[in-house]
Nanobody, 124 residues
Framework: QVHLAESGGGSVQAGGSLRLSCAISGMEYEWCMAWFRQAPGKKREGIVILDSDNQKYAQAAEGRFSAARNDAKTTLTLQMNSLKPEDSAVYYC????????????????????WGRGTQVTVAS
């Protein structure tokens, strides 16, 4: 059973940076990892999905956010630069066994393991 726990959220001024981490335990073989976010009153949206071979970013994150997973599959990170107020949300890491399918970026229901989330607030 895979367990995920996010950390690194906080408050930052617009234009600033934050680095989120997701501690992973129990992961073996290939897993698709993802970062999602959910702002108040909005649907949860995908930021990035990644596996050993590929990464796919949402348009809102392209060029500003960068995700990485270590080879031991114990940590997933999300480096967020040039943050905007509209990036404010609760950020979640998620996982699903196997290689990523591109449509999973929009289909959060595909993911079987979730962390509890970490709040990111970007002030204007």
């Amino acid at each position: 059973q895979v367990h995920l726990a996010e950390s690194g959220g906080g408050s930052v001024q617009a234009g600033g940076s934050l680095r989120l981490s997701c501690a992973i335990s129990g992961m073996e073989y290939e897993w698709c990892m993802a970062w999602f976010r959910q702002a108040p009153g909005k649907k949860r949206e995908g930021i990035v999905i990644l596996d050993s071979d590929n990464q796919k970013y949402a348009q809102a994150a392209e060029g500003r956010f960068s995700a990485a997973r270590n080879d031991a599959k114990t940590t997933l990170t999300l480096q967020m630069n040039s943050l905007k107020p509209e990036d404010s949300a609760v950020y979640y890491c998620a996982a699903k066994r196997g290689y990523c399918m591109t449509w999973w970026l929009r289909d959060d229901f595909e993911f079987t393991s979730w962390g509890r989330g970490t709040q990111v607030t970007v002030a204007s």
